[in-house]
T-cell receptor, first 111, second 114 residues
Framework: GEDVEQSLFLSVREGDSSVINCTYT??????LYWYKQEPGAGLQLLTY?????DMKQDQRLTVLLNKKDKHLSLRIADTQTGDSAIYFC???????????FGQGTELSVKP | EAGVTQFPSHSVIEKGQTVTLRCDPI?????LYWYRRVMGKEIKFLLH????????ESGMPNNRFLAERTGGTYSTLKVQPAELEDSGVYFC????????????FGPGTRLTVL
């Protein structure tokens, strides 16, 4: 069945890079998304990648996709205290269809 | 452009009562979704509307949950009667028909059933 998994916690120092990892089980997933949830707030779409891409860069964010291993990662360069939040990986299997979410990774950035 | 809005932001009810949650999608978005996150677990899909039609309701947990989207604009999700295990955060999202069809989420409604 469809499943998406993430590690639950990550702690880094301000200025370091953060790498949040995600694995998914269904190789037919076509769209992969990263969402950010700050305390008390909703889900903010950070970035997305299509399954025919290997990498996408957007300012401090880099998404890497390894389709063979069904592994997705989000790298945040020069991590700031404002990046502290829960990051969710999500997979979609058809255009406009439901998202399958991971459990979320809580990123803690220490000054 | 206004984002997805949800009302109320919080609701506390007793077991057996009825609660209705409302979602207003981004204007022009035909797709509307409901999700929920229970007790810190992963966010689970409930259902998907395309305009006023239910495209996929495979995630609805049982017949105590009723979702409607009359006129294809805002949507309501009614829980009747509410049970303790219904407590959680209910998110609404919307997307438009063009790529990448990314779903934009509202702030959620935190439902507590006592």
């Amino acid at each position: 069945g469809e499943d998406v998994e993430q590690s639950l916690f990550l702690s880094v120092r301000e200025g370091d890079s953060s790498v949040i990892n995600c694995t998914y089980t269904d190789s037919s997933s076509t769209y992969l998304y990263w969402y950010k949830q700050e305390p008390g707030a909703g889900l903010q779409l950070l970035t997305y990648i299509f399954s025919n891409m290997d990498m996408k860069q957007d300012q401090r964010l880099t998404v890497l996709l390894n389709k063979k291993d069904k592994h997705l990662s989000l790298r945040i360069a020069d991590t700031q205290t404002g990046d502290s939040a829960i990051y969710f990986c999500a997979a979609a299997y058809n255009q406009g269809g439901k998202l399958i979410f991971g459990q979320g990774t809580e990123l803690s950035v220490k000054p | 452009e206004a984002g997805v809005t949800q009302f109320p932001s919080h609701s506390v009810i007793e077991k057996g009562q009825t609660v209705t949650l409302r979602c207003d999608p981004i204007s022009g978005h035909d797709n509307l979704y409901w999700y929920r996150r229970v007790m810190g677990k992963e966010i689970k899909f409930l259902l998907h509307f395309v305009k006023e039609s239910k495209q996929d309701e495979s995630g609805m947990p049982n017949n105590r949950f009723l979702a409607e989207r009359t006129g294809g604009t805002y949507s309501t999700l009614k829980v009747q009667p509410a049970e303790l295990e219904d407590s959680g955060v209910y998110f609404c999202a919307s997307s438009q028909g063009t790529l990448p069809r990314a779903q934009y989420f509202g702030p959620g409604t935190r439902l507590t059933v006592l």
